[in-house]
């Protein structure tokens, strides 16, 4: 409606050149509404709706639109005209401001009518009166700037027709983003900031309370649309969803709003964020009433939220803890007084302060016989409260008070530049072009101590967050909880006294409005499918995954050497796992090593007691000796692979494993040799035992272990073993074990041990059978066939067998071969050098 409007008239203006002017102008000519003015030699503009209008059906024009009807006074217009007023008395009788210059005024009423609205500007641009002339269209300017008009729609349609005529239009209440916009709008300005920084903080105040589900009423107008399109873009930067956004407008049907109340009703958002002028929420809030709508947060802006109509109304109790953005208050010394000062009598003429008379005291100057008190003139606007005698609510009141002194400022710095350069004590008339430069460079302290400057036309965005509560005598009232300033760095610009607020239904708990509970830490966001992001399921981290923050979109795996905890919210170091010396495990395997190294030097102190005895020496005591020394040795190497694996426990486990295995197979292996050539030896003109008597089996002793250290000096050379964290195989748990190093080494150190064994054991086998009364083969061959499926059973758990498990099966196998070799090999000797001495004798020996 608005583009075609301006459009329309755009196109009347610009046919001012034209021979069919007069007939264009002509058909615009009707009586305009009341007006306030002051002529002087400069004069300033005002459009205000200071009445309420009657609204047509329908809002697309195809013609020149009807006459606006005006009805219902505006006392908060009204007052707002009146504060201008103020302003340019206040600046007549400045000596400082304008010395010289008298400033007069004239004020249109818009009647919220945006064709009412341009045809005000067109009257104020040509000084028209009540009818035009053929000449009119072309006059100078009647006024070098207009203060005007509140709403944001009408000023749009205003700011666009007088772009092109460089008339500067300063608001006081237009704060749509839209009116940003300096290529449109190159001529105005407004001393309220651009709802940009309102959408933004509001969005941030949900953000900060954990409100992502929301709903949204706005107005379906530019102030509406503009501001809420702003608040939704910011809140889903910020993860907040919006599950409705529905339009309202004052001219719709009460079907039409009862359609937008059924889906708040229905909607499971407990916060409603409102863009919604002031004059679209009336009707709005007055349904919602009778609806009864309980139990919803609502956030408004600043053109309602501190209103203090809707406060004083015992039916919008529903609106207790209502939280919103408003201008910040200011006190204007004086004029409450000149408020209060405002009477018929001034101008008995002007019928605008007649109503506004008849409306502040309800009563009528007509006698209209009614039930209508009549007005005597006599009446005290200091004994009555209403909007307009408010002395408190000053917010709008002193954007207007500012406006009218930005234009002054401009007015004096152009008329102080004009004199100095033509030295010139004469005033003329200044171009509003000119006013249009000089008011892009105003800056001033107005006297409520406000900074009054213009960036890219629009001042600093200052806020006072404001809380609807209950009073003790059951009324409603704001209080002040908060504020926002876009002069202070980042951090400091939003403050909220959050102790302080009362939220709705008078709770002081912070209303919870989400989609989904909150996923605590440990647990990450699933979005739910078709549904927005704001609902989602709360899935526990996988193991070795954590969360620590609550909301979180993900969960963040655990560096190697940590691991989640059972509460999957923080990392902690892996349990290390080693064959320790403190455990059941490592305990008993090290007390059976060290009782088989005891065992073994029992049977050594046995045998050197009796080494002169027939069963020691029958059998090479050296090799006996020699053989339990390296028993001795196997059972002690077993305790390398207890404990935390160091560099050198790592180095020496196997190779001190490998060569007394080696050297103490030797032994066995020289015995088993040593009883094959005893059987030769008897046979007629045998001369084996020179062969290998006793120098050849020390020998073959030292060549064998040579052999097995050669083989572990390699390994220990080319790829030694050490120690190593194995995070792979237990995903909670780190084991610390030996690497092999080179596997080759490792594995030829057991294949030379295995090469020796079954070479022994063959032997002894063969020699199982022999014919001699001590014969030590068939003892030999049981004790390495044990050894033998220790070893092979070994191999094949060591493959499946992890972490510490794999060191005790390793030591078992080492304890289990050795005690068989010492139990199978000595033990009868044993049994017979203590048991049954009387068979130990050479005779008994030789018995067969």
Sequence with gaps: MAKRTVSLLLLLLYGACIPVTAQICKMLSQPFPPQLSAEREINIGGIFSIHRNIVPKTHIFTTIPEP???????????????????????INNSTQLLPGVTLGYKIYDACGSISQAILSSMALINGFKETLHDESCSRPPFVQAIVGESSSTPTLAIASMLGPFSLPVISHFASCACLSDKKRFSSFFRTIASDYYQSIVLAHLVKHFGWTWVGAVSSRNDYGSYG????????????????YSETVLRTDTQEQLLKTLEVVKKA??????????????????KLIAQQNITGIQWLGTESWINSQTITDTNENRFLTGAVGFALQNMKLDGLRDFLLNVHPDQEPKNELLKDFWETAFQCSFRNTGGSTAGCTGSERLAEVKNEYTDAIEMRMANKVYTATYAIAHALHNLIKDVKSSTNSSKVEVPTP????EYMKDVNFTAKTGEKIFFSNGDPVAKYDLLNWQQTEDGGMQYKVVGGYDHSLP???????????????????????????????????????????VCCYDCITCADGEISNETDSSDCFPCDLEYWSNESKDRCVLKAIEFLSYTEIMGIVLSLCALM??????????????????????????????LLLFSLTLCFLCSLTFIGRPTEWSCMLRHTVFGITFVLCISCVLGKTIVV??????????SNVMKWFGPPQQRLSVVILTLIQVLICVLWLTISPPFPYKNMHYYKDKIILECNLGSAVGFWAVLAYIGLLSVLCFVLAFLARKLPDNFNEAKFITFSMLI???????????????????TVALEIFAILASSFGLLFCIFAPKCYLILLKPEQNTKKHMIGK
Excluded at 271 to 280: E, K, L, Q, Y
Excluded at 601 to 622: D, G, M, Q, W
Excluded at 791 to 802: K, R
């Design 68 to 90: 606006t009807t005006c009805v219902s006074l505006n006392l908060r217009e009204f007052k707002l005209a009146q504060t201008m007023i103020f302003a340019i008395e206040e």
């Design 228 to 243: 809420m399109g702003i608040f939704v873009k910011t809140a889903q930067q910020l993860g907040i969803c919006v599950e």
């Design 268 to 285: 499971t958002a407990k916060v409603v964020v409102t863009f919604i002028a002031f004059g679209d929420f009336i009707p709005y809030k």
């Design 433 to 436: 072009r000119k006013v249009l």
């Design 490 to 532: 980042m951090e400091q610009r939003l403050k909220i006294y959050q102790e302080q607020i009362v939220w709705v239904e008078n709770s002081r708990q912070v209303p919870v409005s989400v989609c989904s509970e909150s996923c605590p830490p440990g647990t990450r966001k699933a979005a739910q499918r078709g549904r927005p």
């Design 596 to 625: 088989g190294a005891l065992v073994t030097s029992i049977v050594s102190f046995v045998f050197y007691l009796h080494k002169e005895t027939p069963i020691v020496r029958a059998n090479n005591s050296e090799l006996s000796f």
């Design 676 to 685: 094959l050539m005893a059987f030769k030896a008897t046979l007629p003109g």
């Design 787 to 805: 050894f033998c499926a220790v070893w092979i059973t070994f191999f094949l758990a060591y493959v499946s067998t992890p972490g510490k498990f």
